[in-house]
């Protein structure tokens, strides 16, 4: 192995346009490959067209290519066991992400609250319903208060999870999630109290022994209209630092949360080697979790990875190795705001294919999303999410207002973005 590392990035999206920006930056870095990308990736790396969850593809990319780490950027793969297969495949060839015992805390809700529950971390009421106890689920749906919240314990591309005013819908919703709305996802439904607070983003990376870092906080904006309006998406911008997450607040979520999480794992035997994405909610200043996910998020990455000012590679080297209490992550004081600009339609039907005029002339951090390359090679859109822009300022409104001005120079035939991002922290 030379000095310099080659790197294997999976994922297409934003978040893996953000760490494959922030992987090129270093000087240890030898080749990026990003499988499969997007037009914004080929930019730092060599783009390979490959899925993630097919792990055979994963393999041969990773032997044909020398690659000295693999990072996971998206779940999929790691709840199906990608950790497992190349420890087969690819014996010795160190890895960020964890194996599919500990991405069971993404992959089902059910393990996750059950693991919250035996180490006595902070978390909402809840039961876990099958058509085996619907009776007693429908009593526990009563003794709540309006709204009911209804998660399908397995993955469901981010639709699983249903929010309802209504005691009877409710109970008839649930019904419907058993008997295979969301498909096998939907065989165990979690019902949860409702919180009523403010939610935000801490990411950790650790690295099975104990041994963790806290990143720069976030908070993202899933609702597609303005004030939080409309329907959910993937995620419409990001604000970093996020003003309530103070030191007071995050000394609670490193103490209750943070320490117990990293400490349940290893006491339940589970090597967990990569990032956990807390998603949190201040209730009067109490932080809770609404759940966790096993990879950073999206669009929070957007703007975590401009704010870590260290390099990241040997981070992520040393996580994958066990070694991250030699490492220290430095960030940057300033605020990050990020704003995605999505597809007429999005989160609904859209066209695809629109071209994108205005990347060659904006100055400035541009984070592709869904793009591709047509025949002509231009930049097309390929997906709900097209881009994010992203600018620094020393407060949310001054970052808000360079990444507002850059976006504005971008267009494409139905661009769409919220003009509201930060606006509820300012």
């Known amino acids: 192995m030379s000095d310099k590392l080659n790197v294997l990035l999976l994922g297409s999206g934003g978040r893996e346009a953000a760490i494959a920006w922030k992987l090129n930056q270093s000087p240890l870095l030898g080749k990026l490959f990003i499988a499969p990308g997007n037009a914004g990736t080929s930019a730092c790396g060599t783009n390979l067209p490959i899925k993630p969850t097919d792990f055979e593809a994963v393999a041969k990319a990773v032997k044909d290519n020398a690659v000295d780490l693999v990072i996971a950027g998206n779940e999929d793969p790691l709840v199906g066991g990608l950790r497992e297969a190349l420890a087969v495949s690819c014996p010795g060839v160190p890895m960020v992400g964890p194996g599919a015992d500990g991405a069971a805390l993404e992959g089902s809700k059910d ?38 919240v209804l998660k399908a314990d397995g993955l469901a591309a981010g639709k699983g999870v249903l929010i309802i005013n209504d005691l009877d819908e409710a109970i008839s919703s649930l019904d419907e999630m058993l008997a295979g709305q969301f498909g096998a996802a939907s065989a165990k439904v979690v019902i949860e109290e409702f919180l ?21 906080v976030a908070k993202d904006y899933k609702r597609v209209g303005e004030g939080d309006t409309g329907l959910n998406t993937g995620g419409m911008g990001s604000v970093s630092p996020v003003p309530f997450a103070d030191k007071t607040f995050m000394d609670k979520v490193e103490k209750r949360i943070v320490k117990p999480t990293v400490n349940g794992l290893i006491a339940e035997g589970i090597d967990y080697r990569g990032f956990i994405f807390l998603g949190l909610i201040n209730v009067k200043g109490e932080p809770m979790v609404i759940e966790y996910n096993v990879r950073m998020g999206d669009p929070e990455t957007e703007v975590v990875m401009p704010r870590i ?16 209490s030699d490492i220290a992550i430095e960030q940057d004081p300033r605020t990050a705001v990020a704003v995605m600009a999505v597809s007429g339609g999005y989160p609904g039907s859209y ?7 205005g990347l060659d002339t904006v100055e400035g951090i541009v984070f592709h999303a869904g793009t591709a390359k047509d025949d002509e090679g231009r930049t097309v859109t390929s997906g709900g999410r097209v881009l994010a822009t992203v600018a620094f300022g020393d407060n949310i409104a001054e970052a808000a207002a360079a990444s507002y001005a850059m976006l504005d120079g971008i267009s494409f035939d139905g661009k769409y973005n919220r003009r509201d991002i930060g606006k509820d922290l300012m």
């Open 351 to 357: 066209a695809k294919g629109k071209v994108i005029n």
């Open 196 to 216: 009523s607070g403010i939610e935000c983003s801490v990411f950790v990376l650790t690295d099975g022994t104990g041994a963790y870092r806290i990143l720069p």
């Open 111 to 148: 393990f996750a609250k059950d693991f919250m529950g035996r180490h006595g971390i902070p978390t909402a009421r809840h039961l876990t319903a099958t058509k085996e106890n619907i009776e007693e689920a429908r009593d526990f749906l009563r003794s709540l208060e309006a709204p009911y």
């Open 309 to 324: 000012a260290s390099d990241l590679l040997p981070a992520l080297m040393a996580v994958a190795n066990g070694k991250l």
